[in-house]
Structure formats: C-alpha cells, structure tokens
C-alpha cells in the first residue's frame, strides 16, 4: 500500500520483461506522443546498430549504443493528436519558459551525443536502450533521487565505457500548467543532480566532477541575460578588462537567447495557432515575446537552482516525484523490425 518509485517500476518491469538479447527496450514518458520521424529514427537506430554489430571483425567487437532523441514541450498540437497545445493565455508564459527544454537537447545534448559521451543531465523519456545493458547496469533506487532516473542510468553507462547516439527525432510533452507547478519541476530537477554529485551517489568522481561542471557553468550563464538587460541602467566602468568582461557576458546572452529560439523553433508551428496569415502573425508575435522575456526565464531558471541547494539534503529516494517522472516501454525485436 506504500508509495513505489519509479527505480521499483523500472526493475520490476526488467524482471518480468519478455525481451532477450538483440532486443531493444525505448523508454517514453507516460504522456509522450511519438510522432512518424520519432519511430522512423528508432528503427533507423535499431537496424543500423544491431548490423554494425553482426558485421564487426572478431578481432575488434562492436557493442550497440543508447540513443537518445529531443523532448519537445508541446506548444501547439501535433500532427497525430487534435487535443494539446497550451490551454489559456496566461499559460503561454510558462509554455515559452519550458522551450529551453528543447533547445538544450537540440544543442548541448545533441552536441554531447555526437561525441559518443553523456556528461550532462538528460530528458526523463525517449532513451533507446539495448536490452543486455539495461539488464546490465539496472536502477538501484537507493542511488537514485526520484527525477533522475534516467540521467543517472545514462551517467553509470558512461562511466562504464558505454558509447552513444543520437537520434534525428524528438517526442512531444504536455506544458507543464503553471508557473508554480514548473518551479517545483525546475527545483526538483536541481535537487535530484545536487544529490548526484554528492557522497550517496553511485558515480564515480570523475563523472560527478564534470556534471558539477557543466551545472555550475550552466547556472552562471543564466545570470548572462539579466546582467544584459539591467546594462543600460547602471554605470559602466573604463577599462580593457570591463570591455573584455561585457564581451564574455555579451557572447553568453547571446548563446542563451539561441537556446530559447532554437528551442521555440523545433516546438512550435504557425499552422497549428491559426489557419493562414494570422497563424505566421501570432507565430512571430510569440517568438518575439519569448526572446523578450529571456532575462526573466533566466532569472526564473536561476531561482529555482538557488531553492534546489536548500532542498537537496531533504531529498529522498523512493516515490514517484509530483510532475511525472513516469514512464512507458516498448520493445523492438532485433534489427528493429519486429
């Protein structure tokens, strides 16, 4: 009658499961909606996997690698669902907060994966794992804070010498419905990586050296679009080293606010917001306002690192977190074709 993580899910599921070697296990979110370029590139990733693997030479043995494809929060309604899409004005806020989620993975993630490493925190969903390996490496919740399931399965694989890919697709989330309930997601997420690099991890420091890193520096480069926009209102000293700093700060601002374009790029069309003319209209009105409110976003995503330090020692494993950190699985046969 008590509360089961998802860690339990996971490993009660890898237990039961029918699948054997060859096979391919994905896991989505439990409200992920594939699209027909999501499932092309998964099987794209299985055939081509499993026959480098058949082809290799005895002399040098290829192993299959994890894929790892884009989260792409759902702004508009996508091709294959007619509900979705952001309810109410006041939720478009939030909705043009949360594009960063895929703009991170169409950069930093895509860029990381093309270097056959994971050295980052990932999406909670849309992972294409080979089935030995998940058998392999497996979930221990006592290493686990709930939100980090993934990341943490994917880190482990790392630094066990496991290579990556990525895939040319992504899967289409619901918005998170506001702004406090994204908050809490957003301090949850900080939380859960926090506990990653602590001493109840199971990463070696190595790889908690460079995901303290990579966060640190991240979480730095938030505070890059605020001190852009409060610029004109302040003095500005002389010097070579002031111009070289508002230089640094100036190339961060402007990486940042490409995230949130790229981000909105990939998770919107004009199509989907109003038929004809007014849909490339309010496309372009939204577009402005998000790269508009960047410095607020940046300042929203920086809060809620600041509370996640103080939530971290009270973070538990065990439970499924509140926001969904749920999950669905399918198994491809081998080569992708089953």
């Known amino acids: 009658g008590g509360q089961v993580s998802v860690c339990e ?9 029918a699948a054997g070697w060859g096979d391919w296990v994905v896991h989505l979110g439990c409200d992920a909606i594939l699209n027909q370029r999501a499932v092309d590139a998964i099987l794209f990733h299985c055939a081509r996997e499993s026959r480098l693997v058949a082809l290799s030479p005895l002399s040098k043995p290829r192993a299959r690698r994890v894929a790892q494809g884009a989260v792409l929060p759902g702004l508009t309604r996508t091709a294959n669902s007619v509900e979705g899409g ?6 478009w806020v939030p909705a043009m907060a949360e594009v960063i989620r895929a703009g991170e993975a169409y950069g930093m993630l895509h860029l990381m994966y093309n270097r056959q490493r994971v050295v980052a925190p990932i999406p909670p969903c849309f992972l294409v794992v080979p089935n030995e390996l998940e058998r392999s490496v497996g979930f221990p919740m006592e290493h686990t804070p709930p939100g980090t399931e993934m990341t943490s399965f994917a880190l482990r694989c790392a630094q066990a010498g496991v290579t990556f890919s990525w895939l040319d697709g992504g899967v289409h989330v619901p918005i998170v419905p506001g702004v406090f309930a994204l908050f809490r997601d957003r301090v949850r997420d900080h939380a859960g990586n926090l506990f990653l690099m602590g001493e109840g991890s199971a990463l070696e420091p190595r790889v908690q050296t460079l995901l303290a890193v990579l966060c640190v520096s991240s979480g730095f480069a938030k505070i890059a679009p605020i001190l852009t926009a409060v610029s004109p209102l302040v003095i500005h000293m002389p010097g070579q080293a002031a111009f070289g700093l508002a230089c640094v700060v100036g190339v961060t601002s402007a990486l940042v606010h490409f995230m949130y374009a790229l981000g909105f790029y990939m998770t919107s069309g004009a199509r989907h917001l109003a038929r004809g003319p007014a849909g490339y ?5 939204l577009f402005a306002l998000t790269l508009a409110l960047v410095p607020l976003f940046s300042a929203f995503e920086l809060v809620a690192m600041i509370v996640s330090i103080f939530q971290a020692p009270q973070l538990k494993s065990g439970g499924v977190p509140a926001g969904g950190s749920g999950f669905a699985s399918s198994v491809p046969k081998d080569g992708g074709e089953g």
């Open 9 to 17: 899910l996971l490993t009660y599921g890898i237990e039961r499961s």
């Open 86 to 91: 952001v309810p109410t004005m006041f939720a």
């Open 281 to 285: 209209i309010l496309y372009w009105i």
